[in-house]
């Protein structure tokens, strides 16, 4: 069983930059691909990023590559997304979420545990 929280949500200008982070418990976290899905008011949710157990694949998708990093540090049990250069769009729900098995980063349905989410809100 895997617990996610996540952190670092808030208010923040057009062009401004915020750091999620998503603090996981069990000892098994190492071992999961991490994502970042969002759901902007009024939308469905949407992929953003996500990171494999090593770090060494990583996808974003098209509207924030280039301007989102993920990171994780598995020693710590922590996942993180640089989001930098924020625009209106961007505001949504943040959710990180974790699988054991995920063959397909965007699918939301591959992924076994999620965090409750937390606010980004962007201002123009």
């Known amino acids: 069983q895997v617990q996610l929280v996540e952190s670092g949500g808030g208010l923040v200008q057009a062009g401004g930059s915020l750091r999620l982070s998503c603090a996981a418990s069990?000892?098994?976290?190492?071992?999961?691909?991490v994502a970042w899905f969002r759901q902007p008011p009024g939308k469905e949710r949407e992929f953003v990023t996500a990171?494999?157990?090593?770090?060494?694949?990583?996808t974003y998708s098209d509207s924030v590559k280039g301007r989102f990093t993920i990171s994780r540090d598995n020693a710590k049990n922590t996942v993180y997304v640089q989001m930098n250069s924020l625009n209106p769009e961007d505001t949504a729900v943040y959710y990180c979420?974790?699988?054991?098995?995920?063959?397909?980063?965007?699918?939301?349905?591959?992924?076994?545990?999620w965090g409750q989410g937390t606010q980004v809100t962007v201002s123009s």
């Open positions: 069990g000892s098994t976290f190492s071992r999961y691909t």
């Open positions: 979420t974790a699988g054991a098995w995920v063959v397909s980063y965007t699918n939301s349905a591959e992924y076994d545990y």
């Open positions: 990171i494999n157990w090593s770090g060494g694949s990583i």
